[in-house]
Nanobody, 126 residues
């Protein structure tokens, strides 16, 4: 399985970005697909997950600003990010795992995530 993330960039505070992550190699309809991020000098943290049964999870710091969606026909997950702040600056990684929502809620379990994409950098200037 390969996960290809795209959509990052340099934007000003208050702007929006839409990240995409396309999976190839197998159908992941039963997998959770989601996003994590890691800022320089900080631990990786979960951002949002969309499970195979259409349950969503959001980290508290993004609720109301970010929306995760998924297109199973395209094997793609999206992250619409609005009202970006400089604190959102990070490398954003997409991930896939049958238990992704659980692994997202418990950071110690994120090391067991089955598949990771390469990161896409999001930089928000003030």
């Amino acid at each position: 399985v390969q996960l290809q993330a795209s959509g990052g960039g340099l934007v000003q505070a208050g702007s929006s970005l839409r990240l995409s992550c396309a999976a190839s190699g197998r159908t992941l309809s039963n997998y959770g697909l989601g996003w994590f991020r890691q800022a320089p000098g900080k631990e990786r943290e979960s951002v949002a997950v969309f499970t195979g049964s259409s349950t969503t999870y959001y980290a508290d710091f993004v609720k109301g600003r970010f929306t995760i969606s998924r297109d199973n026909a395209k094997n793609t997950v999206y992250l619409q990010m609005n009202s970006l702040t400089p604190e959102d600056t990070a490398n954003y990684y997409c991930a896939a795992d049958p238990l992704l929502i659980t692994r997202a809620r418990y950071p110690s379990l994120s090391r067991e995530i089955a598949y990771w994409g390469q990161g896409t950098q999001v930089t928000v200037s003030s």
